[in-house]
């Protein structure tokens, strides 16, 4: 399991280090996993369940900040997306940076946002850092990776 993680991280970074040599401008591709990534922020707050599972390849890793917060295959991550969605009634979010690079068959995302999630009438407001890699399996693309940080403390 270690490894798995391990190496996992490694292609990150070293993804991260070829990404920079892919072509300027916005090609079909990055377009295509941009929209991807709005479809599936647009699930995900309106609490469309299955919509927003669809985004996760069957072996997807999800990882968080916390203890516990890490969620391997697509059955950890529909139980972890169940919790999350008992978190608020409707979520609101401002992306104020993402960035979506493509090199062949593999993409990766950072973004960065403020949500404001409303539950039992009460109102939140935190920001999230988020990245993830996607793979493009059968002509679909699909996150087969995640990392969210909560940035805790006063704002």
Not at 17 to 24: E, K, Q, T
Not at 114 to 134: P, Q, W
Request: glycine letters at 6%; aromatic letters at 10%.
């Amino acid at each position: 399991m270690k490894i798995s993680i391990r190496l996992l991280v490694c292609s990150l970074f070293t993804l991260l280090i070829f990404a920079g040599n892919c072509p300027a401008g916005e090609d079909t591709a990055t377009k295509e996993v941009d929209t991807i990534i709005i479809e599936h922020t647009q699930a995900f707050d309106s609490k469309s369940f299955d919509k927003a599972l669809s985004f996760y390849d069957e072996n997807a890793i999800i990882m968080g900040t916390g203890q516990g917060e890490l969620y391997i295959g697509k059955e950890a991550i529909s139980n972890a997306m169940k919790q999350f969605f008992s978190n608020f009634d409707k979520e609101e979010r401002e992306v104020t940076f993402r960035q979506v690079k493509v090199n062949g068959d593999v993409a990766w995302t950072i973004s960065s946002m403020t949500i404001t999630a409303i539950h039992e009438g009460k109102k939140s407001t935190y920001d999230l850092n988020l990245s993830r890699v996607l793979e493009k399996k059968d002509g679909k693309w699909l996150c087969v990776a995640e990392h969210f940080s909560n940035l805790v403390g006063d704002k």
